[in-house]
């Protein structure tokens, strides 16, 4: 499986937008971006994906580079509800199976 | 948006129980279910990846004998934990996801926490 490379943490004021990181440089042409985020206790949440074309939807913004080796997560605008640990992950476009790296812990503060 | 219902959220037993975990998909046919596990401070590994009417794929080191998992049908695959020790306390997660590989995103529950006194 293709690799990604996020920081371990990063931390923004509340109402502020955050701009969350990933490389991918070994990512293939069939791979899917995806980012899912998991607050303590749960499960991950699905928080958008995408393959070549940035992505909007109602949680948040992907920015993919165009030789597609990074990406960027973008939170319009961080709640205290958005602290968790958020996930980048390349999913091959012929199977679903996703690999779980470290993440980036993302603390929101006042 | 999709749900996916896992249940029960929190077991306790004592050693050598066996345990079931279902995972249900409540509003969409889930072809694939995924189990993973997430021991504390630790990302979550994938265990085994279930096709409807198939059976399992396990991950390397993850042995099929001791968690057997049955897709029955697309809206339910089940984890069972069989003679469960110590070593197997963990939260495990089951994830669902329709045709299309990549293409489509994975839905999570919200998790099982597994504590084996």
């Known amino acids: 499986d293709a690799k990604t490379t996020q920081p371990n943490s990063m931390e923004s004021n509340e109402e502020e937008p955050v701009h969350l990181p990933c490389n991918h440089s070994?990512?293939?042409?069939?791979?899917?971006i995806h980012w899912y985020r998991q607050l303590p206790s749960q499960g991950p949440e699905y928080v958008i994906h995408?393959?070549?074309s940035n992505v909007n939807n109602r949680m948040a913004s992907l920015a993919i580079a165009e030789d597609r080796k990074s990406s960027t997560l973008i939170l319009h605008r961080a709640t205290l509800r958005d602290a968790a640990v958020y996930y980048c992950?390349?999913?091959?476009?012929?199977?679903?199976?996703?690999?779980f790296g470290t993440g980036t812990r993302l603390q929101v503060t006042l | 948006g999709a749900v996916v219902s896992q249940h029960p959220s929190r077991v306790i037993c004592k050693s050598g129980t066996s345990v079931k975990i279902e995972c249900r998909s409540l509003?969409?046919?889930?072809?694939?279910m995924f189990w993973y596990r997430q021991f504390p401070k630790q990302s979550l590994m994938l265990m085994a990846t279930?096709?409807?009417?198939?059976?399992?794929?396990?991950e390397q080191g993850v042995e099929k004998d001791k968690f057997l998992i049955n897709h029955a049908s697309l809206t339910l695959s089940t984890l069972t934990v069989t003679s469960a020790h110590p070593e197997d306390s963990s939260f495990y997660i089951c994830?669902?996801?329709?045709?299309?590989?990549?293409?489509?995103?994975?839905?999570f529950g919200d998790g099982t926490r597994l504590s084996i006194l």
């Open positions: 994830s669902a996801s329709t045709p299309g590989g990549g293409r489509q995103p994975q839905h």
């Open positions: 070994t990512i293939s042409g069939t791979d899917y």
């Open positions: 995408g393959l070549t």
């Open positions: 992950i390349l999913s091959a476009g012929t199977a679903s199976k996703l690999t």
């Open positions: 509003d969409f046919q889930a072809t694939t």
């Open positions: 279930s096709n409807e009417g198939s059976k399992a794929t396990y």
